[in-house]
């Protein structure tokens, strides 16, 4: 699935959380203090679910809820490949915080196995409308100047590329309000034109923002 749109107005309250990377404890700790709504508030996520801290597992099952929505991660890319035979990625996962996969027992491995497996199917944008505005979120970036639906857009460069934000590119993207990444930690939310940078390292740093994104 390369996108998936929507509909905001269903929701009472809407918020976006930067790279969880298995800091389970410290979203449910983030939800409590901003009194989400597990029955009508949204949270979306910019990927990066798993690996380096210690509930990866549990960050994974949250792709089975209804109040959470996420885009794929290069870290889910990286799983993803690893386990269906691609050693390069698997090496690769392992250097980059998977191990935890490989300390599993044998039912929770399988589970895991199911669960990245699902993460093939998660979307690589997911465009949020809200009041006839749009609000778009990918993982790396978007590598276009304009944002369309269903545009072809590469894989690779959407959850990897750093490379309009380390050459200091000021270019917002047409098309929508905001466009919401993770994947480039920041001490703070920090935005760039009208790219919206939300990683704030929770694993590195234990500082996981929530921002509410419907009265941006």
Not at 109 to 128: D, F, G, H, R, S
Request: net charge negative; glycine share 8%.
């Amino acid at each position: 699935m390369g996108y998936l749109k929507v509909n905001g107005n269903r929701y009472q309250k809407i918020f976006a959380v930067g790279d969880l990377h298995g800091c389970y404890d410290l979203l449910m700790s983030k939800l409590s203090d901003a009194g989400f709504d597990f029955k009508h508030d949204l949270l979306i996520a910019v990927g990066d679910l798993i690996d380096r801290g210690t509930q990866s597992l549990e960050c994974l099952r949250l792709i089975n809820q209804d109040w959470f929505k996420t885009v794929r991660g290069n870290h889910e890319q990286m799983a993803i490949n690893g386990i269906n035979g691609d050693e390069q990625s698997l090496s690769a996962w392992q250097y980059n915080g998977g191990g935890w996969f490989f300390t599993l027992n044998d039912l929770d491995k399988q589970e895991a196995v199911n669960l990245i497996n699902k993460c093939n199917e998660l979307p690589l944008v997911i465009e949020l409308s809200i009041n006839n505005e749009l609000i778009a979120f990918a993982h790396a970036d978007y590598p276009a100047n304009e944002y369309v639906f269903n545009k072809p857009i590469d894989l690779n460069k959407v959850v990897w590329s750093r490379e309009r934000f380390e050459k200091y590119d000021n270019t917002g993207i047409k098309g929508v309000e905001f466009f919401v990444f993770g994947h480039t930690p920041q001490r703070e939310v920090t935005p760039v034109a009208n790219r919206v940078y939300i990683d704030t390292g929770a694993f590195f740093s234990g500082n996981l923002v929530l921002t509410r994104i419907d009265n941006i």
